[in-house]
């Protein structure tokens, strides 16, 4: 016998040890006999089954188990078909999760995190829904709440949730600038520069000058010209607005129908 086939049979000798044979050993992806449960139970090796007790999985527990899977999915190496798998183990621990514990918040935000990755943005926000009702006044989940429905153009609620998240954390410039320029991008430029303006008090050319930024990312670039000009006039030395309006000067003015 040489040493591959050695090996071999120490494994069987191992594997008939624990009570298992190598058709029973837990598959891990799609195809397998049969697939492993998030959350099964912890049951004592060398025990009768029916005299163990059940270890029920904590929340925080199921949480982490349905990241790893969320990680594991985002491998480049995995197939379509082993993503999907991994994805559903995810979605099957977080709702574990908030079966063991309804108003455990990081089930809540992970589970609308995973729904709005996979494209299922109504089922993320019912999550975020259900998330703010436990930590209405959290800062951070308003922020990024307002955020997602920033990106879908959701522009109402997305300014409540933002202008809320600035109220929370009213020290916080990076939420007070995610509202100024959110207000720009939803084309109430008047509101935009109050806020900015008070987001640089004393820096009127820098007030101006963000907001011109994002009116050319916007496509807007004649009032963006408009603004980076009053930036210029503001402080003739801030080389960001000067820069910003001669690339502007440097395409023509759209001209009127």
Request: aromatic share 6%; hydrophobic share 40%; with cysteine.
């Amino acid at each position: 016998m040489d040493c591959r086939q050695t090996l071999c049979a120490a494994a069987l000798l191992v594997s008939a040890a624990a009570g298992c044979t190598p058709n029973k050993l837990m598959p891990v992806w799609p195809g397998a006999d049969s697939p492993p449960t998030v959350g099964r139970p912890v049951r004592t090796p060398g025990e009768p089954e029916e005299y163990q007790p059940v270890k029920e999985l904590k929340p925080k527990t199921l949480v982490a188990m349905a990241h790893f899977r969320e990680q594991m999915a985002a491998e480049v190496a995995k197939t379509p078909a082993q993503r999907e798998f991994l994805m559903e183990e995810a979605r099957t621990a977080f709702l574990r999760a908030l079966k063991e514990d309804p108003n455990y918040l990081p089930a809540h935000i992970g589970l609308a995190r995973h729904w709005e990755a996979n494209g299922q943005h109504e089922r993320a926000m019912t999550s975020y829904e259900a998330a703010l009702k436990l930590a209405p006044k959290d800062a951070g989940l308003c922020y990024e709440v307002g955020m997602v429905q920033a990106r879908h153009k959701e522009w109402k609620p997305a300014l409540e949730r933002l202008q809320q998240a600035t109220a929370s954390d009213p020290e916080n410039r990076q939420l007070a600038s995610s509202y100024a320029l959110a207000l720009a991008r939803a084309e109430r430029f008047d509101e935009s520069l109050v806020c900015l303006r008070k987001l640089y008090p004393d820096k009127e050319a820098e007030a101006q000058y963000n907001l011109a930024r994002m009116l050319h990312h916007m496509e807007k670039d004649d009032l963006s010209r408009q603004h980076a000009t009053l930036a210029v006039q503001a402080d003739p030395n801030f080389e960001p607005a000067q820069e910003l309006l001669a690339s502007l000067n440097a395409v023509p003015t759209a001209q009127a129908p």
